[in-house]
T-cell receptor, first 109, second 113 residues
Framework: GQNIDQPTEMTATEGAIVQINCTYQ??????LFWYQQHAGEAPTFLSY????GLEEKGRFSSFLSRSKGYSYLLLKELQMKDSASYLC??????????FGKGNQVVVIP | GAVVSQHPSWVICKSGTSVKIECRSL??????MFWYRQFPKQSLMLMAT?????????EQGVEKDKFLINHASLTLSTLTVTSAHPEDSSFYIC?????????FGPGTRLTVT
């Protein structure tokens, strides 16, 4: 079944680096997404990993290990606007996404 | 990136009435759209997969007679919450797929009084 696990909240200062972890135990795995969601808004796409390794996109990077059922999102050079919830989601077949509860990141000056 | 719109952005309705929410892909065609629901401080939960020209596929535990989905064209899917009750108050979000990415609409906040 779909079992996505994420820690719930973390605080970091501007300019810092944070790593958000996600573990999953899913059947029919077809890739892992990371989304950013500000309060009251819909999620916005950040990254997609289907193969093992690190994908880098500007200040955001995402890593996947399929054998370990593990992914992380790395946020570098934190900015105040990065305060949001970060959701990992597993594509478990037919492009259906199972989301974790999200990790709330609070950036402080 | 691709743009998905939803209408309305928010709606308040009385218990027992029905509410229709529209989801449109504005600059691409989507044979498949998805409907999610999110309660406060909870994760997004997939409700159903909307398929253009055919019946929607509902996730386990979602009542298909209560949440009616119609995907009449390649750019429009609608979700109708029938006989709404206060427990249906939630944030409803649709998404549309392009290749292996999914883009989400801005969401519709439904409050049932």
């Amino acid at each position: 079944g779909q079992n996505i696990d994420q820690p719930t909240e973390m605080t970091a200062t501007e300019g810092a680096i944070v790593q958000i972890n996600c573990t999953y135990q899913t059947s029919g795995f077809n890739g892992l997404f990371w989304y950013q969601q500000h309060a009251g808004e819909a999620p916005t796409f950040l990254s997609y990993n289907v193969l093992d390794g690190l994908e880098e996109k500007g200040r955001f990077s995402s890593f996947l290990s399929r054998s370990k059922g593990y992914s992380y999102l790395l946020l570098k050079e934190l900015q105040m606007k990065d305060s949001a919830s970060y959701l990992c989601a597993d594509n478990y077949g037919n492009n259906r996404l199972a989301f974790g509860k999200g990790n709330q990141v609070v950036v402080i000056p | 990136g691709a743009v998905v719109s939803q209408h309305p952005s928010w709606v308040i309705c009385k218990s027992g009435t029905s509410v229709k929410i529209e989801c449109r892909s504005l600059d691409f065609q989507a044979t498949t759209m998805f409907w999610y629901r999110q309660f406060p401080k909870q994760s997004l939960m997939l409700m159903a997969t909307s398929n253009e020209g055919s019946k929607a596929t509902y996730e386990q535990g979602v009542e298909k007679d209560k949440f009616l989905i119609n995907h009449a064209s390649l750019t429009l899917s609608t979700l109708t919450v029938t006989s709404a009750h206060p427990e249906d108050s939630s944030f409803y979000i649709c998404s549309a797929r392009t290749s292996h990415e999914q883009y989400f609409g801005p969401g519709t906040r439904l409050t049932v009084t």
